[in-house]
């Protein structure tokens, strides 16, 4: 009888010991599940703090590169415009200037750019210091970087303007900053760009009495907002 008695006060410690020992442990897995939920909550907070700030960084550099636009007006003519910085200042339609120069009389004049997004496409208009002659350029950039648009010539600082020349496809492209070859020649061989300007307008003239037809004044206000920023950032640049 001692014996027997022995033998269960031994069964109830041990039993005892060992549901103290659970206990401790943590034989229900709880813990375990509260550390695995804060682990999932904290993913998607990180994912989307990076992907919110890699959808900004490159709208300013949107319209930097070279311009070659090729047109026939009587004879062919090539303009190679340089857009090489942010200009600082918006459209009427919320959108960036970008500020450069004709390439081939990069001393004397200035050209801005800016896409429009009421027209869908970009527009380029340019000048030379002191001149009422204005170069526009209408376009696309195709996926290729080929230009297709229309060239037009204001003789009146954008009063009126010429007929559209379209820009012939491929020789109008896109290309970057770095990719002038400085050995080209311009086509025109000009004395300086007063002449080029005198040359077009004459050229637009017998043209346009070939047709029989002269065009009439198609002004808007997107030519308007750009030639009042291009008259200033002209006078500024070259003061």
């Not at 350029?137 to 204001?154: E, H, K």
């Not at 065009?215 to 308007?224: A, R, T």
């Amino acid at each position: 009888m001692k014996k027997k008695f022995s033998f269960s006060l031994a069964y109830i410690v041990c039993a005892f010991f060992s549901a103290s020992l659970c206990l401790l442990l943590g034989c229900g897995g709880g813990g375990g599940g509260s550390s695995s939920t804060s682990t999932t909550t904290t993913v998607p907070s990180s994912t989307t703090s990076v992907s919110s700030t890699t959808t900004t960084t490159i709208q300013p550099t949107a319209m930097i590169g070279n311009y070659r636009f090729v047109f026939s007006i009587v004879s062919t003519w090539t303009t190679r415009i340089t857009l090489d910085r942010y200009y600082g200042s918006k459209t009427s339609q919320g959108t960036d200037f970008f500020a450069g120069y004709d390439a081939d009389f990069p001393s004397v004049t200035a050209a801005l750019g800016a896409w429009l997004p009421s027209l869908s496409q970009y527009q380029i208009v340019s000048t030379s210091k002191n001149s009422t002659f204005i170069d526009k350029y209408v376009f696309s950039i195709n996926s290729d970087n080929t230009l297709s648009g229309c060239y037009r010539l204001s003789s009146d600082s954008g009063s009126t303007w010429s007929s559209c020349y379209n820009l012939i496809i491929p020789l109008s492209r896109r290309t970057p900053l770095s990719s002038w070859d400085m050995s080209m020649e311009p086509q025109n061989k000009p004395i300086d760009i007063n002449e080029v300007y005198q040359r077009k307008f004459n050229e637009d003239q017998e043209a346009e009495a070939q047709r029989g037809e002269f065009e009439e004044s198609h002004n808007d206000s997107n030519s308007v907002s750009m030639i009042n920023e291009l008259k200033a950032f002209i006078g500024n640049r070259l003061r």
